[in-house]
Nanobody, 120 residues
Framework: QVQLVESGGGLVQAGGSLRLSCAAS????????MGWYRQAPGKQRELVAV???????NYADSVKGRFTISRDNAKNTMSLQMSSLKPEDTAVYYC??????????????WGQGTQVTVSS
């Protein structure tokens, strides 16, 4: 059984910073991509940032220059440093990872979500 556990959400004023963390646990052979998605009320879930095992990253245009994604391959953890936060960043943020277990094909896993609220 694989679990993704997020932490670090909360309430912050516009212009402030928050750091989200995600830890993958279980019988993991390898973790390919890890990423953060978010879903605001009434909107579809959208990609925020992703990092693959080799370290390449990709960001949504709306967060480029403000958010930084990083991962520790040895610990199967990932972080999202969010700076210069805006009210439109308010959403539930979800950790996602493509994980391979023994004798199984790689599969997408999701965390439970963590609320980020940015006040104006």
């Amino acid at each position: 059984q694989v679990q993704l556990v997020e932490s670090g959400g909360g309430l912050v004023q516009a212009g402030g910073s928050l750091r989200l963390s995600c830890a993958a646990s279980g019988r993991i052979v390898s973790v390919n991509s890890m990423g953060w998605y978010r879903q605001a009320p009434g909107k579809q879930r959208e990609l925020v940032a992703v990092v693959i095992s080799g370290g390449d990253t990709n960001y949504a245009d709306s967060v480029k220059g403000r958010f930084t994604i990083s991962r520790d391959n040895a610990k199967n953890t990932m972080s999202l440093q969010m700076s210069s936060l805006k009210p439109e960043d308010t959403a539930v943020y979800y950790c996602n990872a493509l994980i391979k277990q023994v004798f199984k094909s790689p599969k997408d896993y999701w965390g439970q979500g963590t609320q980020v609220t940015v006040s104006s």
